[in-house]
Structure formats: structure tokens, C-alpha cells
């Protein structure tokens, strides 16, 4: 069992900062990545960024230059996000990835006034 917990979600106005942290407990040895994923009222669940257990990162297109995850400790990872929009509004949910299975975690809401 994998359980998966984000905080850091919040208001913030548009040009501004939050730090998103995801705390992974449980059987959490040979995940293969962790990440974020968002989705929007009205629309799909979509991929935010990734970080392997070897430390190698990806992320999307729309966020490049904006976020940054990085990996705390073998337990916890954070997701940097800075210069926020209205258009990043969304709920964000932390993904485990562990033998080709996705554990989720509950999501953090991230609101972005303009």
C-alpha cells in the first residue's frame, strides 16, 4: 500500500510563488518516479513534472522556466512554482509510479487570481 499526501496548495495572485510538497509513505521502495499531475475544472487530468529515482527530471512544456521539482529525501518531493497564471488554477495530485502502477494522492488546490 502506498499512501501519498500533498500540501502547499492555496490562493495566490497571478505573478506569484507556491511550493507544493508530497509526502509518500508505505511500500514506496522501487518506485521508479514521482510526480505531478493537475487538473482544471472541465478538463482532463494532465502531467506537470516528474522525477525518477535515479533524479532525472521532466517536465511539461507549459511549465518549463515556471516549476521545478526536486526530490527532499527519499520520502518527499517538492514542486517550485513560480510566476503563477489564472491559467495554472487547478487541483494538483501527486503521482507515485511503481512497476508500471500510478498511486495518487488526494490533490492539493492550487487558486491563481488575476
Known amino acids: 500500500q502506498v499512501q501519498l499526501v500533498e500540501s502547499g496548495g492555496g490562493l495566490v495572485q497571478a505573478g506569484g510563488s507556491l511550493r507544493l510538497s508530497c509526502a509518500a509513505s508505505?511500500?514506496?521502495?522501487?518506485?521508479?518516479?514521482m510526480g505531478w499531475y493537475r487538473q482544471a475544472p472541465g478538463d482532463a487530468r494532465e502531467f506537470v513534472a516528474s522525477?525518477?529515482?535515479?533524479?532525472?527530471t521532466k517536465s511539461a512544456e507549459f511549465v518549463k522556466g515556471r516549476f521545478a521539482i526536486s526530490r527532499d529525501n527519499a520520502n518527499m518531493v517538492s514542486l517550485q512554482m513560480n510566476n503563477l497564471t489564472p491559467e495554472d488554477t487547478a487541483v494538483y495530485y501527486c503521482?507515485?509510479?511503481?512497476?508500471?502502477?500510478?498511486?495518487w494522492g488526494t490533490g492539493t488546490l492550487v487558486t491563481v487570481s488575476s
Open positions: 522525477i525518477t529515482s535515479g533524479g532525472t
Open positions: 508505505g511500500r514506496i521502495s522501487s518506485a521508479s518516479s
Open positions: 503521482n507515485l509510479e511503481k512497476y508500471g502502477m500510478d498511486f
